[in-house]
């Protein structure tokens, strides 16, 4: 199945049961988790559902387009259902035979595997599932965002994209995916991955990084005092790019990373108790 | 009475394995008391399970409690009878409030006095509906080691109703009953109890759909259904299934399967054990076996196959029909093995040695800064240990030095778990030295108490884990983190365990004496941490609370061989002022010394002697006063024993030295049955005790006997 036929296939199979299809946040992140669709969604009573997927960057894991499986920008296809229905699991088996996986002749497991965020104040409870030993999804129970207890308990399903569609292309490496018809993968992402990751571990300016990562925090805070909640999280997802281009840089210290990290954290769990509180009075309480 | 069968099932998505032996015991466990609180006696109690499921059956139920009668007390009669013997009105109240005629109403004797009171009898309930209320507290009361927020609550009025793994169905038959249970979930349809169970998620027989669910009156006929339908409930089945699937593997692939993995874990991860041999080019066999094992154990959970490279991989398939399987294991393993290898050449490129500066980025504690700061506390103190020792301290420092580099390497970043190993065998690939790589590699061992926890290789491993250990227990004291309770994030009691067993067993398994008494450790270490960091928040109550940490650790490893009073006896008159090898020695001898003829009696002599010393203040023996020829006696036995036993304590042969005085049992004897040590006249008094005094203190110097219990070895 050619990469953007599996984009399809699991959109419409998540449409099809009601899910409202969403795109990709037009700022950087590192997860589909960070996506206001998802960290704010999961906040307050309100029922959710939807679907999107979010080019996902990780700085630190580019190689230079040289490893057949790791990249710095991977695809994320992720699904929040709030509250999570009780035939979740299943409703999910289902999706993977939307992919072409037919569960009688594979191993399909869940496997603990609970999840964490120390930079949203966020965890989950949950597992990988593996495919033939190959995790091919995060599927997690929100238990917390922002700092903030949830309730209802929102279901979140994460989609490997590149993962998955190795596997159902019989692909060791990642750039010989067919992404469309007739072009590869490689056509499309090698030269990002390149040059991407020579800016990230050699290009970047380190300063102006550093500069750049004080200021949105302070616009954040600031924004977040003028009552501007959504403004505020672009600050924070901001905020958590330019620190891990820092790191990826090799330019964060030992203390410098655990004050950023908590930094981040504190505007992050205070955008959260904003929007919440920013619910009119009868949503806030289910 | 007539008894029935009562069958619970509660199917859950998916446990952690690791979770599901201890909840399979402990549902069982918390079933019983619900029902010894009942007063519902059962007939055999089980229970079994599989990641989707926990079940309890019990073969025969009371199907009421019995009747019984209850004594309700009132108010004293003398307060109820007035003087004409009528019954006064707070009697006529009491009766009424109980809703019943004064009629009833009784005398009752207490040992307080007589009161007013009447026989209740009370109905036995049904079981049928006392069920759902005992079920609702055992499912809160199973403990996991991490609940869930799952919407959910439960009818018992307690609210919501955390749990491991949401629950999606129910069985539950008293009998040919449904016993009612609802457990209702926001946005979902409530969970009730039924009859209705669900099988493999895949599998099933032919003509049905796989997962669906299916109807059952029995225990019996859930475990037929289940297994029709690939599920294997009990445990002990699923286990025996595993070994012979992997027997078959091992036998085709003419190899066996490493150790490292449990089966019982892997057991657990399936509800249906089938297995599939996979291999992986003959190139990767140049990785380190550690690294090959930790990509198939650790993170796959597969068997690697000794000497062959290849895998048993577990799966929850009854088989691999069309080779998916195989070919998506290998293709996993692979891409793992690849990684690991591009991490070994890579790490390579870079000498170990030149890493240690990069180790200012790597975090060891919040307070305490980074490894590097670490790294120079634990050579410093590793030197000075191999000064106290006689360890040659060039290969010590060295091995100190390169112990935590391998932190920084992609490798260790990828697998944990591998921190040590690594710097090992980075080490020995860059030509150090066999005794300092062999340091470096076994430096995190000994990781527990078992065999299998390791233990270093050599006398630099030796020296630079224990350096390693106590630096981070008094670094982490002196900086206000002390272990409490459950809450010990850094692991401090293992390292702690891992220091007093180098302190204990080095001489034995390394021929290497480290008779340094752990308190000087202690304050070594602290003072090296003081000098690095001053004004740490908790470094002036540190040294008090690590001794008492440290004391319990060594008490602890020494009370796997010897009892709680021989521990007593020995850490009365010494501690951690004493090398743990002189302790050892001592609780040995005193073991021994314990089993033998003389100790019994010599021991009733002591508690004795103990009982009349209490209190008292003995001064100087006057040899010129004794009166008694056996008080003569025994002082000179005594006196000629003491250059001896002395001399033999001083050398710690603890053993030879209460042999020796043992040999002083038939005079104490006689002593103890000749003469009266209270004696009236005061200077004959104070000079028995006198004696008594100095008899105890020279045994004292092995042990307080005193504080042996008698009767028991």
């Keep these: 199945m050619i990469f953007q036929e599996l984009i399809f296939n699991l959109t419409k199979f998540w449409s099809d049961r009601g899910v409202l299809v969403h795109q990709p946040y037009d700022l950087e992140m590192g997860a589909g988790t960070m996506h206001p669709e998802t960290f704010l969604r999961v906040l307050g009573p309100h029922p959710w559902k939807v679907v999107y997927v979010q080019p996902s960057r990780r700085p630190a894991d580019g190689r230079y387009g040289e490893n057949p499986n790791r990249l710095y920008k991977h695809h994320q296809l992720q699904l929040i259902l709030k509250p999570s229905p009780s035939d979740i699991q299943e409703q999910y088996l289902e999706s993977l035979k939307a992919c072409g996986i037919d569960p009688r002749v594979h191993d399909i497991r869940f496997e603990e595997d609970n999840w964490e965020s120390p930079t949203l104040g966020a965890w989950g409870i949950g597992w990988q599932v593996l495919l033939d030993g190959l995790e091919i999804t995060q599927f997690t129970y929100f238990q917390q965002a922002g700092g903030i207890e949830l309730s209802p308990i929102a279901a979140e399903i994460t989609y490997g994209l590149e993962r998955l569609d190795m596997y159902l292309q019989d692909v060791d490496d990642v750039y010989d995916l067919e992404w469309a018809k007739g072009v590869t993968y490689r056509e499309v992402r090698y030269r990002d991955e390149v040059e991407g990751s020579r800016y990230f571990f050699e290009a970047a300016n380190v300063e102006l990084t550093r500069r750049q990562f004080e200021e949105a925090r302070r616009e954040g805070e600031r924004l977040l005092a003028e009552g501007l909640v959504l403004p505020a999280y672009e600050q924070v997802l901001k905020c958590s790019h330019l620190f891990n281009t820092l790191d990826a840089r090799g330019a964060v210290s030992v203390s410098e990373r655990t004050l950023s990290i908590l930094k981040v954290r504190e505007l992050a769990c205070a955008v959260a108790r904003a929007y919440v509180d920013s619910l009119a009075p009868k949503e806030r309480t289910a | ?713």
Aim: glycine content about 8%.
């Design chain 2, 1 to 713: 009475m007539k008894r029935l069968p009562f069958l619970w099932e509660i199917g859950c998505e998916e446990i952690p394995a690791s979770w599901l032996p201890p909840l399979v015991k402990e549902l069982k466990q918390r079933f019983e008391k619900e029902l010894e609180a009942l007063a519902l006696e059962p007939k055999s109690v089980e229970s079994y399970g599989t990641l989707r499921r926990l079940v309890l059956y019990v073969s025969g139920l009371a199907e009421k409690q019995q009747d019984r009668v209850e004594q309700v007390s009132g108010p004293p009669l003398k307060i109820a009878r007035d003087e004409s013997g009528a019954w006064t009105k707070a009697a006529l109240g009491f009766a009424s409030k109980n809703g019943i005629e004064p009629g009833e109403l009784e005398v009752i004797s207490t040992a307080k006095g007589e009161y007013l009171g009447f026989e209740r009898k009370i109905k036995g309930g049904k079981t049928l509906h006392l069920l759902p209320g005992s079920m609702a507290s055992t499912l809160r009361s199973l403990s996991f080691p991490k609940f869930m927020n799952w919407d959910a609550t439960l009818a018992d009025g307690k609210g919501a109703f955390p749990f491991g793994r949401p629950i999606r169905w129910m069985v539950a038959l008293f009998g040919e009953k449904v016993v009612p249970f609802e457990i209702q979930v926001v946005g979902s349809p409530a969970v009730r109890s039924g009859r209705k169970t669900r099988g493999h998620r895949f599998l099933g027989p032919k003509g049905e759909k796989p997962g669906q669910p299916f109807a059952v009156d029995s225990f019996q006929q859930l475990t037929r259904g289940l297994r029709k339908r690939y599920v294997v409930l009990d445990p002990e089945e699923r286990r025996e299934r595993l070994a012979i699937e992997i027997a078959k593997l091992e036998k085709k692939a003419r190899s066996r399967s490493a150790p490292g993995l449990s089966r019982d874990l892997v057991a657990d991860l399936v509800e249906w054990p089938g297995a599939v041999l996979g291999a992986y080019p003959e190139e990767f066999s140049s990785l380190p076996e550690e690294v090959r094992a930790t990509v198939l154990i650790h993170h796959q959970h597969y068997f690697p196959l000794e000497g062959k490279p290849g895998f048993i991989a577990v799966t929850n398939m009854a088989k691999d029909s069309k080779g998916h399987i195989q070919r998506g294991t290998e293709r996993v393993v692979v891409a793992r093995l690849r990684d690991a290898k591009f991490f070994w050449s890579e790490d390579l490129k870079t000498p170990l040695g030149d890493r240690g500066k990069a180790l200012e980025g790597v975090l060891f504690q919040e307070e305490l800064g980074s490894y590097k700061l670490k790294g120079e506390r634990v050579e410093t103190l590793a030197a000075w240990i191999a000064a106290r020792c006689g360890a040659r301290e060039t290969p010590v420092r060295r091995a100190a030095q390169l112990a935590k580099c391998d932190l920084t390497t992609g490798m260790v970043g990828e697998f944990p778990e591998l921190q040590g190993i690594m710097g090992g065998l980075y080490a020995r690939e860059q030509s150090e030295p066999e005794p300092v790589w062999k340091a470096v590699y076994s430096h995190y061992q000994p990781m527990g108490l078992g065999e299998d926890d390791g233990f270093p290789a050599n006398r630099e491993g030796a020296v630079v884990s224990l350096a390693d250990k106590v630096d981070s227990l008094a670094a982490m004291f002196a900086a206000g983190v002390i272990p409490t309770g459950s809450r010990d994030p850094f692991a401090l009691r293992r390292a702690a365990l891992g220091a007093v067993r180098v302190l204990a067993e080095s001489s034995d398994r390394l021929s290497f004496e480290i008779d340094i008494p752990p308190a000087e450790l202690l304050r070594e270490a602290l003072r090296i941490v003081r000098e690095q960091q001053p004004g740490l928040a908790g470094e002036g109550k540190a040294e008090p609370a690590l001794v008492e940490f440290f004391t319990e650790r060594l008490r602890f490893l020494f009370s796997r061989k010897y009892s709680y009073d021989e521990l007593n006896a020995v850490f009365a008159m010494t501690g951690l002022d004493r090398p743990v090898s002189d302790l050892a020695k001592r609780l040995e001898a005193l073991s021994l010394f314990r089993s033998s003829d003389d100790f019994q009696a010599l021991s009733l002599a002591f508690k004795r002697v103990g009982n009349i010393l209490a209190g008292q203040k003995p001064g100087e023996v006057d040899p010129g006063f004794f009166f008694e020829d056996d008080e003569k006696k025994l002082f000179e036995e005594l006196e000629t024993l003491r250059p001896r036993a002395e001399e033999l304590i001083s050398q710690g042969r603890y053993r030879e030295a209460l042999q020796e005085l043992s040999t002083l049992r038939g005079t104490v004897d006689r002593f103890f049955d000749e003469v009266l040590v209270m004696a009236e006249d005061r200077k004959l008094r104070e000079n028995r005790l006198a004696l008594l005094k100095r008899l105890q203190s020279l045994f004292s110097r092995v042990a307080d006997l005193s504080q042996l219990v008698s009767g028991e070895s």
